[in-house]
């Protein structure tokens, strides 16, 4: 591991406290980065911090952030800056998930994933893109880093309106990378599969609550056995270095992608 492959980098990740956010904000750290951590679970996303620079590599702090909120969002970019002097990655990870059989979709449902994963996502990314634009081309690239998923390429019956949050997530890279290009900033991202965190303990409860899975803890391996080439599920770890290509000056001629790491469920 390169401690000097992010020095100079400073990132603000949504969704940090816990999971890939967390994961990929250690990961920086020790690549160099200095990480602002923001969830709306700001307890966490301090012990995060704390961990970070116990660690001695990048700086971190934790600033809580309600991702439907533009103030909120723009107070993160706010804090980042004022802590680390500019802003040069923002990675755009924060999103929740509520299986339901496609018949049982309600509004609610529908709207509340939505709103955190599309708007949330579009929020930040203007938020971000405003703040590299201040601070001037000269000073770039700029990397906008969205977290799609394999439901941005496909759908299943049990997560339509996850899904529909993931595809807009991938017209936001293609579309905010034709937006942005004149202000070297790069949009990019990339699409986890199944990957055991949290969020994923609740997912087998709810998938089991629906009909969906017999027990809980089924799930990840039935998917595994039936879904993923590679014949098993993934873990943070598997995407943090494809999470710090995208941030790093490696992916400088890229833009508007979407990579999978997701063991082959998806191909493309």
């Not at 750290?29 to 704390?50: K, R």
């Not at 991702?67 to 004022?82: G, N, P, S």
């Not at 299986?99 to 049982?104: N, R, V």
């Not at 599969?193 to 969020?199: D, F, I, P, Q, S």
Request: overall charge negative; charged content about 20%; glycine content about 10%.
């Amino acid at each position: 591991m390169d401690p000097n492959r992010l020095k100079g980098k400073n990132a603000l990740i949504t969704g940090a406290a816990q999971g890939m956010g967390a994961a990929v904000g250690v990961h920086y750290a020790q690549q160099g980065a200095n990480v602002c951590l923001a969830d709306i679970n700001v307890e966490m996303a301090q012990q995060v911090a704390e961990r970070i620079n116990g660690a001695g590599n990048g700086k971190a702090i934790a600033v809580r952030l309600d991702v439907t909120k533009r103030a909120e969002t723009a107070a993160a970019v706010k804090a980042t800056v004022d802590a680390f002097g500019s802003l040069n990655v923002m990675l755009n990870n924060a999103g929740i998930n509520k299986p339901l059989m496609f018949l049982d979709v309600t509004e609610e449902n529908f709207n509340k994933i939505m709103e955190v994963n599309a708007l949330g996502t579009l929020i930040g990314m203007q938020e971000a893109a405003k703040q590299m634009i201040v601070q001037g081309n000269e000073n770039g690239p700029y990397k906008i880093i969205n977290v799609g998923s394999i439901l941005s390429r496909q759908a299943f019956d049990d997560v339509v309106p996850y899904s529909c949050s993931k595809h807009a997530v991938l017209a936001m890279i293609n579309g905010g990378a034709k937006a942005l290009v004149d202000h070297n900033i790069t949009v990019n991202g990339y699409g986890p599969g199944v990957v055991r965190t949290e969020l994923w303990e609740q997912l087998d409860k709810d998938l089991v609550a629906i009909g969906k899975f017999e027990k809980e803890g089924e799930s990840m391996d039935k998917l595994a056995e039936n879904m993923i080439l590679m014949k098993r599920y993934s873990y943070p770890e598997d995407v943090i270095g494809t999470a710090a290509f995208l941030a790093s000056p490696e992916s400088d001629y890229m833009t508007g992608q979407l990579l999978m790491i997701d063991g082959g469920m998806i191909m493309q």
